[in-house]
């Protein structure tokens, strides 16, 4: 009883924020926190809450940099998107650290975040996965999306996600 009682309350708060270095993390409507960061820049890692079938089950991340690590992406979005093709950027998106596994399908500005589809044939990576990059409060924050193994998000449900996700965290740190 008491575990059902603390699913149904974790479906009905899943937005509550964590704090990883001077930025609010706050997962999209039906994702809960599994993870808050330690000391230092932080990664928060997250999931669908217990009780949740209404929303692709997911992983999604959110890493915060250091103070003074975040640019301006609405600008720099050529730039990013330069990066991203390139081989450092690919070699940074890749789950096993080489750039040869990594194609980038979309790169897209959306707001202040800059919106990134890849696609990762590294060993142990799901297939596909959205990343975003955003500046909040100073500091560079990465957030990814991605199924699991069962159940792959597909482009539209992957994009759906990650915007909903970057809003969430845009919104927890409006008045931060």
């Given amino acids: 009883m008491r575990r059902l009682l603390l699913a149904g309350l974790l479906a009905v708060l899943p937005a509550l924020p964590a ?18 960061p330690g000391t230092g820049p932080g990664l928060v890692l997250m999931g669908r809450c217990a009780g949740v079938t209404d929303r692709p089950p997911a992983v999604l991340t959110a890493t915060v940099g250091t103070p003074g690590s975040g640019i301006d992406v609405a600008r720099r979005g050529q730039d990013l998107a330069a990066y991203f093709q390139s081989a450092a950027g690919r070699k940074a998106l890749s789950a096993s650290g080489r750039a040869g596994s990594v194609q980038v399908l979309e790169a897209l500005g959306r707001g202040k975040a800059f919106l990134i589809r890849i696609r990762d044939r590294s060993r142990g990576a799901p ?27 597909g482009r539209e449900n992957g ?13 927890a740190n409006r008045n931060l």
Wanted: hydrophobic share 50%; with cysteine.
């Fill in 127 to 153: 297939p596909e996965s959205w990343r975003a990059v955003l500046t909040l409060n100073g500091r560079m924050v990465t957030l990814t999306a991605s199924g699991t193994g069962k159940a792959p998000l």
């Fill in 159 to 171: 994009k759906r996600l990650m915007v909903s996700f970057v809003d969430a965290m845009e919104a």
């Fill in 19 to 36: 704090l990883a270095e001077g930025v609010r993390v706050a997962a999209p409507a039906g994702y809960c926190i599994v993870r808050e």
